[in-house]
């Protein structure tokens, strides 16, 4: 038994704390922003769900878990219809573009030669103390151009073999932020108690002017997308009306 139980707890203490800020000091703070940003994401979709959770609650007596279960399987329908669209006309587009760009590099190098070798034959056409400079430019102005083109077609290739690779990744992620979105939303008002109790009120107010901000920056461009749409419906309508 230690004589001395109270200098046994200081140090005991003393090497727990150092413990902890060797512990917070190692932490990778790449794969903590991984682990938050489903958190996070599932937050930013429980609240987009939460006024026709609201709007559902003043028309049905459905408990608040079920209301949220719902409105919160909706916006996944409808998120995952426009990515779905979206997503497969971009993957095709960068596709095809990668399977085209080797041709189109190797129909571009005559002309980028015949050019390069015109800009010289001008250049070895100026002064003395000018000629040289000026081919070495040309030179290194081609140079850096054919490398340029080489870079964009390895990142494009790069980035499907990569999109590819994080596909398990992509996945995990997902579930975490649906499952996050399902349990957030059904206790949000909770959640966002627990917030204000916590952040500090300076905080509090610089989000409330981000999300009125960001609803009226939102709200707008929704407005004018509907009024182009319309414009360019009734454009196409007249014009189809007129060719009978």
Not at 15 to 34: K, Q
Not at 217 to 227: E, L
């Amino acid at each position: 038994r230690y004589q001395n139980n109270y200098l046994l707890n200081r140090i005991s203490g003393f090497f727990f704390d150092m413990m902890i800020v060797a512990g917070i000091a190692s932490l990778n703070l790449e794969g903590v922003r991984a682990l938050l940003l489903p958190f996070l994401l599932a937050y930013l979709l429980a609240s987009a769900a939460e006024p026709a959770v609201a709007a559902l609650g003043r028309r049905t007596p459905l408990p608040r878990w079920g209301r949220s279960g719902l409105c919160v399987t909706g916006l996944f329908l409808l998120v995952c219809v426009v990515l779905c669209f979206f997503g497969r006309v971009l993957w095709e587009e960068l596709l095809r573009l990668v399977r085209q760009l080797p041709g189109l590099l190797a129909q571009l190098q005559p002309t980028l030669r015949s050019l390069r070798e015109g800009l010289e034959a001008l250049a070895a056409k100026a002064p003395e103390g000018l000629a040289a400079p000026l081919i070495r430019w040309i030179g290194e102005l081609f140079d850096g151009g054919a490398g340029l083109l080489e870079s964009v077609y390895a990142f494009l290739s790069g980035l499907v073999s990569g999109v590819v690779a994080g596909v398990p990744g992509l996945f995990l992620g997902t579930v975490t932020t649906v499952v996050a979105t399902y349990m957030t939303s059904a206790a949000l008002p909770q959640v966002k108690a627990w917030l204000r109790r916590r952040l500090p009120q300076a905080w509090l107010e610089r989000l409330r002017e981000l999300r009125a901000r960001t609803r009226a920056v939102f709200g707008g461009w929704c407005r004018a997308q509907v009024k182009l749409g319309l414009v360019v419906f009734g454009l196409l309508a007249l014009g189809l009306w007129l060719l009978g």
